[in-house]
């Protein structure tokens, strides 16, 4: 049983404050969702989806260093997975993951790359 991370619950608790979305229809569940901004410039929104056991990454700015990334939409999105954890949250798939606790996070890239972030405003609305 993968255990959702009350981290999370917490984080993005302490985030809905921020954001002025309107409640989701009825009979739907709300996604979590928080905007990370890491210490290489990275910047990420993450969505959890309301049953803990998935979230999708959408980078808004992916790597200054590489001029092929992003050029399209200037999105890129990773769809990952939970996964079991003791404590915090921690989401992985495709070579890439997301794990951390509270507001603090470390983010690892296929390339073996790693990104130490941090979590804090509102999602962005273009997502």
């Known amino acids: 049983m993968i255990v959702r991370a ?3 619950v917490g984080l993005a ?3 809905a404050g ?6 989701p229809p009825p009979g739907v569940l709300p996604i979590e969702a928080a905007r990370f901004a890491c210490a290489d410039g990275t910047s990420f929104t993450a969505l959890f989806d309301p049953d803990g056991d998935a979230a999708t990454l959408t980078f808004q ?3 200054r260093d590489d001029p092929d990334a992003l050029e399209q939409d ?3 999105r990773v769809a990952l997975t939970a ?6 949250f921690w989401y992985a798939g495709g070579g890439w993951s997301l ?3 509270g507001a603090a996070a470390t983010l690892a890239r296929p390339d073996g790359r790693t990104a130490e972030c941090r979590a804090g405003g509102a999602p962005s609305p273009a997502i």
Do not use: Y
């Open 6 to 8: 009350a981290s999370i």
């Open 13 to 15: 608790a302490s985030l």
């Open 18 to 23: 921020c954001a002025t979305m309107p409640p």
């Open 61 to 63: 700015r992916f790597d």
């Open 74 to 76: 200037r999105r890129f």
């Open 83 to 88: 996964q079991r954890v003791g404590s915090g």
């Open 99 to 101: 794990r951390g606790k």
